[in-house]
């Protein structure tokens, strides 16, 4: 029976690792809920979010691409003394939607749709439901390609907005990248392929990884290398490379002509393998932002080794919440250093 008992064990060993690494994940977003809306207008049927309660204006964060809300549970700390109602919202297709949307994700780019502009509308929806009349707006990387477009459809309803190293908002798509999507091999963006690293990113999202047995850390790593194979960050960059990402894009040009526009500030990453920095202030000239290059630091930095939050998020705060609390800050053109 003992013997039993631990063949079943061997067997779900992974299962059971990812129930502990949940529980810890939980435990990091104190003060967050989990919630899902269903939504009949939208392209998107299911939208799952996080949410924090609080008084005033709230906060709405969109992440990046394949980031599931509770990863940025830490960017929260940045407002934590403003004690407002706080929302991350999930980019569909992506986190814990990622599965049931990843078939409308292809079907969209390959009929042509403007995919992030469906994600916009996909919010407007969700804030309608939500009964979210006010708001301050934070993008992430493809949350600030989505919140840029989602800024062109409710100026009005945006009281301030950041956009952090903004991605995703064109049209262009180039043959290789409508190949990766026809044969299916879009991966997850947080690849990590030893046990140091996905140790690194438990530490991210401020879970102690030494609760977790070795044993089962090392038997997830390994089912994760057999599913997505060795050397995918680098190989996830080395993508961007072939993809003709272009500023500004013509969509959100239309949707934001004769509109009035909120205060918007644009925060450029110097060191960043993705989004061209050279090319973000044409993106900021076209929201009539405030655009600061950011110095040091660069996109997805926390891939690796150094969590996040001790070198990026909080290294922002005081330039996020200067723009956010004073109606005439003065923000620099440069800021920084945040070295990784």
Not at 165 to 190: D, H, N, Q
Not at 191 to 208: G, K, R, T, V
Request: net charge positive; charged share 25%; aromatic share 12%.
């Amino acid at each position: 029976m003992c013997g039993f008992v631990y063949l079943i064990f061997y067997i779900y060993q992974v299962e059971v690792g990812k129930l502990l690494i949940d529980k810890g994940i939980y435990e990091d977003c104190k003060g967050f809920h989990w919630q899902t809306a269903s939504l009949e207008n939208s392209d998107h049927k299911v939208a799952h979010y996080l949410k924090k309660e609080g008084v005033g204006v709230p906060i709405v964060i969109l992440p990046g691409g394949s980031m599931e809300a509770s990863m940025l549970c830490p960017f929260a700390e940045v407002f934590k003394d403003h004690k407002r109602p706080l929302f991350i919202f999930e980019n569909p297709g992506h986190g814990k939607a990622k599965v049931a949307s990843a078939k409308i994700l292809r079907d969209e780019v390959l009929s042509g749709k403007h995919w992030v502009l469906s994600y916009a509308k996909h919010f407007q929806n969700l804030l309608q439901k939500l009964k979210i009349k006010k708001f301050d707006l934070i993008g992430y990387s493809l949350g600030g390609g989505s919140g840029a477009l989602l800024v062109g459809e409710i100026p009005d309803k945006i009281r301030k907005a950041i956009f952090v190293a903004p991605a995703g908002f064109s049209m262009v798509y180039t043959k290789s990248f409508i190949k990766i999507i026809k044969e299916g091999r879009l991966k997850e963006t947080y690849a990590w392929e030893s046990l140091e690293e996905f140790e690194s990113l438990l530490e991210y999202i401020h879970m102690d990884h030494k609760k977790i047995p070795t044993f089962l850390k090392k038997s997830i790593v390994k089912r994760r290398l057999k599913q997505y194979g060795a050397g995918y960050w680098d190989a996830y960059f080395n993508s961007y490379k072939n993809l003709d990402i272009t500023y500004p894009d013509k969509v959100l040009k239309s949707l934001l002509k004769d509109k009035k526009l909120p205060r918007i500030l644009v925060i450029g990453l110097e060191k960043d393998k993705i989004i061209d920095i050279n090319k973000i202030p044409f993106f900021s000239q076209l929201l009539d932002a405030k655009f600061v290059k950011v110095i040091g630091s660069g996109h997805a930095g926390h891939s690796k080794k150094i969590p996040l939050i001790k070198s990026f998020f909080l290294g922002l705060s005081p330039l996020m919440n200067k723009f956010l609390d004073s109606s005439d800050a003065e923000i620099p053109k440069a800021f920084g250093p945040i070295s990784f």
